[in-house]
């Protein structure tokens, strides 16, 4: 069935520092993509999202890179901040029709 | 627009009871997702309505059920509850049509089972 994969399950990186996590999906379907955040005690929160018709998106410090030969998707934080220290999902979608799928989630902790 | 709402915010039952949790979507959002999250699990996928009718199912037991309203409204049952389903229950909601499949959850349910 469909799944997807997340890398690494937790992340510690200097403030100022970069940040990368991984997905892999394995349905060749899937056309959307959405990453969310959830901070501690709070709801997951849509930060970025890109669809299969597109390689990359951006977002002020944060973008997305989409490589549907491999059915890869990676998230990238740029000059990492205190409040970015959260849980980061992944997800995959055929389409509005279709269940959202979820990777396990990265803890990401932004040390000083 | 108000967003996705859901009550209880928090429930204490025991082994072998029923609990019933509802969630108020976006307005105009005619889809409502489930989820259960716990530590080591992350967001498992229950189900999802659209138009009252389940549309996407995940792999979870016949005790847990669900069902949406005419307004959008939806409610999920687990009977006979057990000690592992000690969890968060978040649901989401989204247009559901057209390509629009931006989801937006709600606070969640903080289910204890004693």
């Known amino acids: 069935g469909e799944n997807v994969e997340q890398h690494p399950s937790t992340l510690s990186v200097q403030e100022g520092d970069s940040a990368v996590i991984k997905c892999t999906y394995s349905d060749s379907a899937s056309n959307y993509f959405p990453w969310y955040k959830q901070e501690l005690g709070k709801r997951p929160q849509l930060i970025i999202d890109?669809?299969?018709?597109?390689g990359e998106k951006k977002d002020q410090r944060i973008a997305v890179t989409l490589n549907k030969t491999a059915k890869h998707f990676s998230l990238h934080i740029t000059e990492t901040q205190p409040e970015d220290s959260a849980v980061y999902f992944c997800?995959?979608?055929?389409?509005?029709?279709?269940?959202?799928?979820f990777g396990s989630g990265t803890r990401l902790s932004i040390r000083p | 627009k108000a967003g996705v709402t859901q009550t209880p915010r928090y429930l204490i039952k025991t082994r072998g009871q029923q609990v019933t949790l509802s969630c108020s979507p976006i307005?105009?959002?005619?889809?409502v997702s489930w989820y259960q999250q716990t530590p080591g699990q992350g967001l498992q996928f229950l189900f999802e309505?659209?138009?009252?009718?389940?549309?996407n199912k995940g792999n979870f037991p016949g005790r847990f059920s669900g069902r949406q309203f005419s307004n959008s409204r939806s409610e999920m049952n687990v009977s006979t509850l057990e000690l592992g389903d000690s969890a968060l229950y978040l649901c989401?909601?989204?247009?559901?049509?057209?390509?629009?499949?931006?989801?937006?959850f709600g606070p969640g349910t903080r289910l204890t089972v004693l």
């Open positions: 997800a995959a979608s055929k389409g509005s029709a279709s269940k959202i799928i």
């Open positions: 307005s105009g959002h005619r889809s």
């Open positions: 890109i669809r299969s018709n597109v």
């Open positions: 989401a909601s989204m247009v559901g049509t057209g390509g629009k499949n931006e989801q937006f």
């Open positions: 309505y659209f138009s009252e009718t389940q549309r």
